[in-house]
């Protein structure tokens, strides 16, 4: 059993909100997963640069001096530290490179995403411990998604937690259990996908990225997993401006979904949606089994 929360926003005027409105979401969840928690903002991008999330358990150590070490390699970098998290700010054009150099000069930290403009914030411990960690509150965004997790298959461990980010501005979070992420895992590591933990949900996540590369959108990769995905899953997804849920053909996890002029929102519960603005006026429904549900800013536009 695990919490999921999701919020794209349509009224730009409530985008300074966005952090506060999805914290909230998630510690109303902390009952359905108090393991892990973790929030993915996908903000303003800058022109001509990308963000790179990191994750210490040495912040100290690791992230002291980064951004003079990258320099000294090549790589100019800002770097904005937030407990155990940092976000290091480079030119987009060095995003495919920084990987490899952070395995050189920092081989114990990990990148829990990157791309133009998503940040990826996840901990062990309550919802509301690492809400505050890393002052999700004051992050502003168009969009978002969170997950508070209960662990039943494997350990509960930073890497473990949700969203998962296996692209450029790609993550996931999913409630359920799959049933032949270990075949699909192989088929991915032969496409090229490489894993950093045992986690069908990141299995989930990279089988998007890879139909996702192969020219489909989001709506038609989700499409996709309806057929390839075996199990019980609930998945809300999102990329750099596009936000979507499906769930499997027997849909026996919850969810519910509300919809405004201003929003659309995601929640396990109806609970999780009660304090958003305008709630008693929103469209409110239970999405179908095997159905995708997609929204696009750039589409919007």
Known sequence: MCGIVGLFLKDKSLEPQL??????????????????????????AADGKAKVTLQSAAPD???????ADLGRVGIAATVSVKSTHAVAEVDAAKLAEIRAVLAAIRPNVRIM???????IYKETGLPKDVVARFDVRSMGGSHGIGHTRMATESAVTTLGAHPFSTGADQCLVHNGSLSNHNNLRREL????????????????AAYLTAEMAKGKNLGEALTGALDDLDGFFTFVV????????VRDPIACKPAVMAETDQ???FGS???????????????????EPATVYFWDHEKAA
């Open 61 to 67: 150590t690791d992230f002291g001096g980064l951004a």
């Open 113 to 119: 995403g990157s791309g133009d403009s998503v940040e």
């Open 238 to 245: 999102g990329t750099k401006s596009g936000f979507g849920v």
């Open 19 to 44: 952090g506060a409105l999805l914290s909230d979401m998630l510690i109303i969840m902390t009952d359905r997963g108090p393991d892990s928690a973790g929030i993915a903002i996908y903000g303003a």
């Open 269 to 287: 519960e109806y609970r999780a949606l009660v304090n958003l603005p305008s709630i008693e006026t929103a469209r409110v429904w239970e999405p």
């Open 189 to 204: 590591v032969r496409e090229g996908m490489t894993f950093e933990t045992q986690n069908d949900s990141e299995v989930a």
């Open 263 to 265: 929003y659309v929102a």
